[in-house]
Every structure is written in structure tokens, then in C-alpha cells.
């Protein structure tokens, strides 16, 4: 009866049309050409490789898709518990008409050239945004990216700045600054200046948010440069030591949220994550953490912008009930899908069951996809809404009594109204979360 | 099936009458004058302002409570899906009739007018205590509390300390101290006999406990003050530094143990909130807290004070295998209830079947409402006593066998039976927990 | 239906012929001999002692077995909630044909005195062994233990190396290892090859894994001892600074890994046990931890040594995550059993469960019994295969429409084959577990 009950809220939920509200889309390229682009998806990679598979298998230079596909399907084996090699069956059965609940080096050929066929259609990737339901999808752009050829109303843009706040020491950065806004860092005020336009290109375009993900050593403070200590630091770039970088990032980490104020942006971050970890790791896995981190780190951010809305991922579960309880003090705090090594069934059960029952309903975005390819919101999206289900049908409708109307109007707030509630809509900027609930203004 | 044995379970432990062992009544006002007193409670006006009310709109110097309410209800909606709100619908119907499942603008009135009807009763808190099957509420009473003009054997004192350990340093705090012990407090010396004092004041007048909430950063340290040191830093007051105050803490902190051996109190830690992280929250909205914290800091106490019961709450929910395992290892730990932003269902859940996996079931305290006004008892005990019957049903009579008799003795233990055990009755003081248990003395 | 399910994969999973990974079996007494071998395990006498059992009750010399049970039973009934509990009534009717639920002053001597015929029997160990289905047992070796008198095939060796690592520095370990060795360590170089010999004697007679326990603090460093410095550290013996400790601990550690890729043989990392919190508790009752603990502290080690294989216990469940995630990029990490303060069933089945859908298949050791005697494996596995099935059922078969077939197949692996892939066969060691996966070679 209760599997049912989350079948039944199930194919509501799933009915419903929403928006991504964060991708890695490449929106010139946003949908696959070839299963390669599939199974290089870093799951597969980093997982066939953490089974045992050479770097080298499919990272050789010049490998084509259709040998890089047969090798990976060689590994796969080991990983086929994985909720990660479950997308990956969901998606072929899905788009490809794929029959069995195993891809193996008997059947991926067909399954190979179904999709090859598939992918070819000329809207193939309209195609996979409609059987999606997707409506638009957030993406992840560099602050340099002109931000042209292609609808920003389907791939909404987002600033990602990450190379920003932590990269600008480097020249090569500064200089894709300097070129991207046709001036000359070499001060706190022109530092500010070529920000501020990139905010105003990014929000001209359309961007509904800007976005940083941030190691757990991470603690921003309000800076207390002078403009000669922070000319000085520009002056030195790569020879900065790692104090004057440090004050650097602050500084420049402090302006992004300044400037989410003055255009009205969302400031999306994404903590906890340690670069390089596992150097040896395949492309896009080498990345790991420590848990040892605390929102505590954010006091004084979001203390001083409370205009700023901050849509907050936590990269470790343990956190996440830090996340829900800041959620739940904090109008400027908002809990942000599932991410990335706490995107899996038992941890997005328990933090997102957490997370229902004690933060306000407007307050939720229940899920991004994270994707890099289209073809991934659909499985991805499908499993999220299997457990919402399961923890609306448990924790709803047989723990407290809630009838499924009740339950399904929960599902449908955090999996798709709060999106453009906290995002804004396609024709404009988001009030501030905390500034227009309530039956009354 | 599964959920008629939990509802089985849920009827047996809620016909039971038991004692609340930590509330913050007000013994000389301890129910409700209006519906303003129960959506004035911090859960309430902390997530509505969460959700966008400003906070002006209920702090406003001479607000009519009824004012009050109907600018809360109006906030209200965004709540609808927490367990806080849910806990004020089930005690807007268990006490005055309220046949709705959400309070609206539309419905809200009458539910005041009748809810204002009945708190008019002249036995209007005899009349909550009762339905609530509560035989007497755990008080947190300020060290200079005259204890005065309530029945202490209903309303038990307890002894809070945090302003004695943490705030002694104000002129302020040494003036109340100065003043309720009749005494001054210049030396080490002349401060023991003040604390002492206090302890013989509340043991005479029935207390159970004595009582501390703590911040992350704590680790009790036996001192090592000299006499002289300790007089300087008495005198200087507000002039003291971060050290110095520091020193005292531990002092006085130290102290309170010394005199819970000899007193034979139970000393309630409350381990893990950080005041003030979030100062523009509303009122008592304004405290978090940093998960990184371990029990490993009370080491030394632990160890120095074999006579002295620790029943202990922690903030987080990662640390309560902490607190399960120590637990399972010192006599004189015990766990106690679940506190504050672990009091959700999910952490509840987690957090209760781990313990009762591995702690003695003589070593429990199940829960404690931490109420502001008698009127929550009831919903918040009723939440935990359901969480308490699933635990049971799913991991004792269905993972492990258990007829249902012998898991309805184990949750009365729990909910009902160890107050009495750790805290003692309300003829004396308890035995030190680890002193006499099992089947022979 | 869901139970019903549970209880077949239990059968199934119950009756596979296995090999416990990791135990302090003493070989030379490997069962026990009166139930006083059962009721001293530590779970028993600490539970007992944190119930209040004076320590003296049962450690008094010279107590007799059957008076230490008839004590210890005294004092059962405040732990009969617990997990450890039902191990010893589950192996008490198995065994010894025990009928009633819980063991008491009234029936307790009649199952002594039934445990004791049983155990007198000349093949009780066999007996136990067969009864447990259990084909082979790891043991936990001093580095001095000559390894005689066994059966290796059954008992199989494993260089426990905790004293070698943080004990060194004391006379009496360095007398022990120049006395194992026949040699005389005074520098980096004899004592690389004090080292290396203990390794050729282990392998040589069958071991399949280097061990040891760490405390949280502990970061393992690529040592930069001048062979100078560190025969100076050798030469100060006790009277070696704490620094000076750690120096010499981290040269041994990464020894030791370093070794473990000559003699191809894993290398158990036990991760975060702090020794000696409790040191009035009472034998093997004293040891805690602090949670706050993060394998990014084993980057360098990791990245270091690719050719070892770290089968990875963590005695904290928010450490959980962590493992789950390294286990998922590092090819050399490898998942392995639910330890000691995480070895209860709510722990098991979070952390179980997160594993199973995150980490690939072959790389999951799913449980170990880490008992002293050898009627402790039955209930142990018991337990966890009755987890294991409770996940497989709901987490696969109903959650993610697996077969039963399929599910089981996965339950096998992770409880049965997975250990002679990552330790090896019995006619030689395992080749690194990221070396050998996949459909193809």
C-alpha cells in the first residue's frame, strides 16, 4: 500500500514540468552526440576507474567514441549497483529503447547505434528537453563567456566565478578579464569596475544567478585592504604569496556578493569540495573533501548581506543538518538540491526528509541535475522524485496523516515553484526569499 | 500491519503519566493567558520571519496579542510543512476544538476566542497538566531565583548555570550573585561559599538538577588558579580579559561539579550552541551552532567526577553516536532527550534507535519538551512517543522478534521510568545512575 | 511482503560458506571454554559496568568462571535492549539449545552448565566453525607472535602492527622486535630490516594483511628523517620527546606500506580510536573517540602507495560518508566492515546502504566479526545479514525493481566474495583489488 502511495506521487510529480536550476550544459553543445558523451560522463569514468580500469584505457589520445564506449562497457561490471550506472540504464531505456537492465559487451552495439541514430535528429536536443519536461535549465558559465548563440530563456546563464575568487593571481586569468571587459585590473577600483561589468553583462543576458563552489577551509570575511595592499597583491600576480592570494579571494569573494546586491542576484554556493585530492584520478575525478566543515564559517556573510538570497549545497551529509537549521534561522539561507557525493538514495532520503520538516516550504529548492549532457536530467531527475515520494508518502501521509493532495502540493513547491521563486522567472530578477511570503505582502 | 502495531505501541506509551524533565515554565505563569503565548514561541516567530516576515511586525512595543496573532497567521502558510507547526495544530485541536488542519486568516479568530475562553479557567494549567498526563514539569530556574509561590513538587527547580560560568565577569551577574547569597564575592573562596550557598537554597526548595547549556568550543579543565589570580580577576570586573574570563569559566564551572557531588544533583550538559550567530533574528531566534564538536573535550570531567550524573543533550545530530558511545562506556553519562534543531522527526529517529541499540536501558532519557508554556507538552511529547512506537515496532517486535509487552516496557523506561531513576523522586535525591542497578544491589 | 522477502534473502545470504576478515581469535584457544569466555567479552563487562556494575565484581583475581557468570548475569537485565545482548541469547540457542529470550538469575546456570558440556567436546572449535559456516577466520597477530602450532589455512595470519607504529620507542618493544628478529635495531636501516623480516616470516606463513588501529589525530607523512636524526630517536628510547615519538611512528608507518607492496599484501587501515578515555572502565572498556576525523588526513598515503590495497574500517558513522567517497575515486581504498561504536544495527544499515549505491561492487568487504572467541561469528553475521537483506529488499528489490537473484548475487559478493578478492585466495596474495576488475583483463 505505501509502495503504491509513492507510485501514485510518483507519476504526479514526474508529470510536472520544471526548470533545472543547475547544469554544467554547454548550451552550443547541449545534448550528446554519442554514447562517448554518455559513459564519459565522470561517474563512469572515475567509477570504472576506481574498479580497476587504466587511465590510460580511455584517455589515450585520439580515441574514437565508438572504441572509448567498448572499453568502458568492458568495466562497467563492477559498478552495476551504483544509483550512478542506474541513470545510466534508465536513460537508454528511455531515449534509446533499450530493453535490459544491463549494458554489457554483448548488447551496447545496438544500443551504441540506436543512440547514434537518435542523437543525429536535428532537435534531437529539444527532443530530450520535452520527454524530460524540462523548460529551461540553469547553466555554468565562465565570467568570460560572451554569453551568445543561443535562447537564454531555455539555457538560462549563470556566473560561475570560481576562477575569480580563486584564480586571479594567475595572469592568465587576469588576462581573460581584461580582454572580456576591454579594461586593465591593476587596482581594488578597477578590480571592482571589471566585476561590476560582469554582472552587468551576465544580468543584461539574462543570468539568474552567480555561483561558486568553495573548499571547507573557506570563511569569508569582510576585507580590510587598503587599495595599495591590494594593488601591491595584483602588482605581484603569480609571485603572491599565499597570504596576499588569500586576501585576494576575500576581497574579491566579498565584491561578488556586494554586486549580487546592486543586480538582484542569487549567490549560489556550493561548499565543501577539495580540488585534486586524487591527482591520479581520470578527468573531472580527482576531486574529494573533508567533511570537518561548518556553516558557522558563513556567520558573517550572512550577516551582512541579508538582501542576498544564498541558495547553499553542502557536499557532505554530515552537514546538512547545519544546512537545514541556518535554512530555518536565516532569511537569506536556502537549501539547494543534493549534490554531487551526497547525491545518492540514502543520503538525499535523510536530508532531504530533514530538510521538509523543519525549513519553510518556500525555502527548498528540491533538486538540480548537475548534468553536463541533457540526456542525464531525466534519470536524474526520476530518482529524486522516487524518494521525494517515498519520504512524502512515509513521512506525510502515513506519519502525520496528510492526505496526498496535501503531499503532492509540498512535492510540486520544492521540485518545481520555488525554482522561479528564488531564481526569478524568465522576465526578471527574484524579490529576496525572504521578502515576499505569506498569504499577506 | 506495521503501522496498527505502531498505533498500538503510540496508545499504550501515551496513556502513560510521566514527568517532563526540562521545560523553561514559569512556575508563577506557567500556561498560556492568549493564543499569543503559543505563536509567540520562538519556533514560530524565528520561521515566519525565516519565510520574510519582518521582524518589525511582531516586535513592535505594545502589541495587542490578539494583533499579534493575526499578523503571525498571516505568515504562517510557508510553515504548513514543518513539525513545529504541526505541533500547534495538534494542540489548537487536542485543547480547544480546532477541527482544521491548517490555521488560515479565515479560520483564525474563533480558534483565538476559543482558546482565550478556556485559558480564562481558573484551572487552566491544572486542567493541561492533566490532559497531558504530566505529574510534574522540570523547571530552569536563574541561580537567584527565590524558588517562591509554586508547589515545587509539581513544578521541580533546577539550577541553571550558564550565567554563573559564562557571565560572572558582568557587574550585573556579581551584583544578583552578591545579592541572593547576601554575601560579596571577592575571593575563591568567598565565591565557593556563594555557589554552595545556592546549591543548599535550591536542594532545600526540591531541586532535581543542576543545569548548563554550552557552546562548541567548551572543554572543562580542572583549574589551576591560584587564590591570587582568581581575587584579580574577580576585580576587574568587565576590565577582565578573554583569558581571564576564561579562567573563571572554568573555575566556577569546575566549582558547580564539586557541589554536585556533594549535593548529590544530576548536572544536565546541554553541549553545543553558539549564541548569536544570527543577531537581526527575531527573539531567542538568533543561535546556532558549529557540529564540529566531540565529547572526547569533556574527558577530564567525565573522568574527575564518578560521583556525579551527566544526563546530556547534544545540539547536532552527528554527534549523537558520541554521545551513544560514551554512554555505553561511563557510568555517569546519560543520554538525555533530543534537543532544539535535532528535535525533528528524522534526527529523532536516528538518533533514538542508535541509543537504544547500545546504551543500557536504565541510561536513558527519552525525551523532554524544553517548553516555554505547558500547553506544548502534549504535542511535542506526542511526536516523540510516536517516533518511539515506530522505532519499536520496525527495529524491536519486526527486525528483532520482540513481542509487543516487552517493547512497551522498554519505551516506558525510557519515557517514563528513568526520570525518576536519574533525577530521583520527589522525596529525595537519586542514586548516582551507575550506583544500583540490575538484579542485585 | 517487504519482510517476507527480507526473510528470504536472509536464508539465502545465511547459508554461504564464508570467511570472517578480520578477529582476534587466539588460535591456540580459539572457542571457549565455560560461558565466562562468552560474558567477559568487553561488550558484556563495559555495558555491565556502565549499568552499574562495580569493576572490582568481575575483575577481582582469581574469580572463578562460573562466579564471574553468576555476577555478570546479575547485572544483564539493563542491557537486555541492546544489540550485543541478543548476540550472546541468539548464540546461547544456537549453541546450546537455550530456549527463553533473555538470561537471568533463575536460567542462567543450566545454560552454563549445557555451555560447558558443549564446549568440553573435543571438537568444539570445528564444531563452531562448521555450525557458523565459516571456512576460514583472519587472526590479529602480534609482530612477535612465531605463528606455530595452527593450522594457517584455518586461522589465517595477519601482522597486527599498532606497537611497531606508536610503541616502538618503549625498552620493552624494541627488545621484543630485536628478540622476533634476531637482530639489533639501532638505525633507519636495521630497523627497515627488522621490519622486513617480520614481513617475510608473516608471509611466509600464509598472512594475508598488514593491520592496525589509528587515532584520529594521526596524518600519515612521507618521512624526512635523516637516517641520523632517527637513529638518535632509537637511541633515546622513553626518553624520546613526543615529537620525536612521531617522528619515529610516521617512518615505521610509511615502512610499512612501503612493505606491503613488496610482500603484495592489503593493508587494514582501522581508523579513529582514541585509547585510554575512560581508564576506570573496565578491560578493553576504556577506549573512545572523537568523530572529528577525515581521510583526506591519508591524502599523501593514498597518492603514495597505488599498489596497496587500504581496506578502510572507520569507527565513526559521519565518517561514513568519507569512506563511501574515497572508496569511489581511490582505486586502492576499498570499504571493509562495520566497526566496533558503528557495529550496531542503525549504524550498519545508513552506512550499508550508502556504500551499496555509491561504491563499485568488488570493492566492499561487507563485515568482519572482530570477536576473541569463536562462537561470536554466528550471531555477529547473523545480525549483519540480516541487514544486508533488509537493504538488499528495500533499498533494490522494492526501491529499484531488482530481482531477487540479482540482489542476492550482489549480497554474495560484498559478504563472501569480495574477501578472497581483496585478500587473497589461500594459495597466494590478492592481487591489488584495482587491478584485476571487469569483464576483460
Not at 554519442?34 to 585520439?62: C, F, Q, V
Not at 554556493?269 to 573533508?290: C, E, F, K, S
Not at 531525466?378 to 524518494?387: D, N, V, Y
Request: hydrophobic share 40%; charged share 25%; proline share 6%.
Amino acid at each position: 500500500m505505501s509502495k503504491d502511495l509513492r507510485d501514485r506521487l510518483f507519476r504526479e510529480l514526474d508529470a510536472l514540468v520544471i526548470v533545472d536550476p543547475h547544469t554544467h550544459i554547454n548550451p552550443l553543445a547541449p545534448a550528446s552526440k554519442t554514447l562517448a558523451d554518455i559513459l564519459g560522463y565522470h561517474y563512469y569514468t572515475e567509477l570504472a576507474h576506481s574498479a580497476g580500469m587504466p587511465k590510460a584505457r580511455i584517455e589515450a589520445p585520439g580515441l574514437e567514441p565508438k572504441e572509448k564506449v567498448r572499453r568502458l562497457v568492458e568495466r562497467l561490471a563492477p559498478l552495476d549497483n551504483t544509483i550512478q550506472y542506474s541513470w545510466f540504464v534508465e536513460l537508454a531505456q528511455a531515449f534509446f529503447g533499450f530493453k535490459d537492465d544491463r549494458v554489457t559487451p554483448d548488447n551496447w552495439e545496438a544500443l551504441y547505434d540506436a543512440a547514434e541514430a537518435k542523437m543525429k535528429g536535428p532537435t534531437w536536443a529539444d527532443d530530450v528537453l520535452k520527454q524530460s519536461r524540462l523548460s529551461a535549465v540553469f547553466l555554468t558559465n565562465d565570467f568570460d563567456d560572451p554569453l551568445e548563440g543561443f535562447d537564454t530563456k531555455t539555457y538560462v546563464p549563470c556566473l560561475r566565478t570560481d576562477d575569480l575568487v580563486f584564480h586571479l593571481w594567475k595572469p592568465e586569468v587576469r588576462l581573460r578579464l581584461d580582454k572580456a571587459t576591454g579594461s586593465s585590473v591593476t587596482s581594488a577600483a578597477t578590480l571592482k569596475q571589471a566585476i561590476g561589468q560582469r554582472f552587468q553583462h551576465f544580468t543584461r543576458k539574462g543570468a539568474r544567478a552567480c555561483a561558486i563552489s568553495l573548499p571547507p577551509s573557506f570563511a569569508p570575511e569582510s576585507p580590510e585592504l587598503s587599495p595599495t595592499a591590494l594593488s601591491k597583491i595584483l602588482s605581484r600576480g603569480a609571485d603572491a604569496s599565499d597570504d596576499e592570494r588569500r586576501s585576494l579571494s576575500h576581497f574579491v569573494f566579498w565584491t561578488l556578493a556586494e554586486y549580487c546586491v546592486e543586480y538582484k542576484l542569487p549567490f549560489d554556493l556550493m561548499i565543501g569540495v577539495n580540488r585534486q585530492v586524487y591527482p591520479a584520478g581520470v578527468y573531472q575525478g580527482q576531486d574529494l573533501y573533508d567533511s570537518r566543515v561548518s556553516l558557522i564559517q558563513y556567520k558573517e556573510l550572512f550577516n551582512s548581506f541579508p538582501q542576498v538570497t544564498f541558495p547553499i549545497s553542502v557536499l557532505a551529509s554530515v552537514t546538512n543538518q547545519e544546512l537545514a537549521s541556518y535554512s530555518w534561522i536565516c532569511p537569506n539561507v536556502v537549501t539547494n538540491g543534493h549534490w554531487w557525493y551526497s547525491n545518492t538514495p540514502t543520503f538525499i532520503e535523510h536530508d532531504l526528509a530533514a530538510r521538509l520538516e523543519a525549513v519553510p516550504r518556500t525555502k527548498q529548492i528540491g533538486y538540480y541535475s548537475d548534468m553536463y549532457k541533457l540526456e542525464f536530467a531525466l534519470p536524474k531527475f526520476a530518482m529524486f522524485k522516487r524518494i521525494l515520494a517515498k519520504v512524502l508518502a512515509e513521512r506525510y501521509c502515513i506519519d502525520r496523516g496528510w492526505s496526498e493532495d496535501r503531499a503532492l502540493a509540498l512535492g510540486t513547491q520544492v521540485l518545481r515553484d520555488n525554482t522561479e521563486q528564488v531564481f526569478g522567472a524568465a522576465d526578471g530578477p527574484a524579490e529576496p526569499v525572504g521578502r515576499s511570503q505569506g498569504f499577506a505582502g
